[in-house]
């Protein structure tokens, strides 16, 4: 059983630039640390403070990252508040982001799908989390 209550997701790209303004300006989260020349590798990690996750980008010269494989890689984040949701989705609007069909339609009943410069995909889910 796993214990720690903190996860990171980890992905890699081929532009760390093209994701920021998506995860930094849309998402509302914050840079909390940055590498460079880590064994050839630059990175930066984007989180809130208090939050039990964070994000980590990372590219490699001469490894290409490529988009995301299908339309359904998702990351849902599930916000009851009917407040807080409508500013998360003016959010990533104001930032240049226009919702997209969602692959599944269950996500677009409660929800809106934004993708990101390389094709993952987030669900900002008008909604409690069902546990």
Same mark, same amino acid.
């Given at each position: 059983?796993?214990?720690?209550n903190t996860?990171?997701? @980890?992905?890699?790209?081929?532009?760390?630039?093209?994701?920021?303004?998506?995860?930094?300006?849309g998402?509302?989260?914050?840079?909390?640390?940055?590498?460079?020349?880590?064994? /050839?590798?630059?990175?930066?990690?984007? /989180?809130? @403070?208090?939050?039990?996750?964070?994000?980590?980008?990372?590219?490699?010269e001469g490894?290409? @990252? /490529?988009?995301a494989? %299908?339309?359904?890689?998702?990351?849902?984040?599930?916000?009851?508040?009917?407040?807080? *949701?409508?500013?998360?989705?003016?959010?990533?609007?104001? @930032? /240049?982001?226009?919702?997209?069909p969602?692959?599944?339609?269950? *996500?677009?009943?409660?929800?809106? %799908?934004?993708?990101?410069?390389?094709g993952?995909? =987030? =669900?900002?889910?008008?909604?409690e *989390?069902?546990?």
């Amino acid at each position: 059983m796993i214990t720690q209550n903190t996860l990171r997701v @980890a992905r890699p790209t081929d532009d760390i630039a093209a994701l920021l303004p998506f995860y930094r300006d849309g998402l509302g989260l914050e840079v909390i640390g940055s590498f460079t020349g880590h064994d /050839g590798i630059d990175g930066v990690m984007l /989180g809130s @403070a208090g939050a039990p996750f964070h994000f980590e980008f990372t590219r490699t010269e001469g490894h290409p @990252a /490529g988009r995301a494989p %299908t339309q359904d890689n998702l990351l849902i984040f599930y916000l009851p508040d009917p407040a807080e *949701w409508r500013v998360a989705t003016q959010r990533m609007e104001a @930032a /240049g982001f226009d919702p997209v069909p969602s692959f599944n339609p269950y *996500w677009d009943r409660s929800g809106r %799908t934004y993708e990101d410069p390389h094709g993952y995909r =987030v =669900v900002l889910q008008q909604a409690e *989390w069902p546990v």
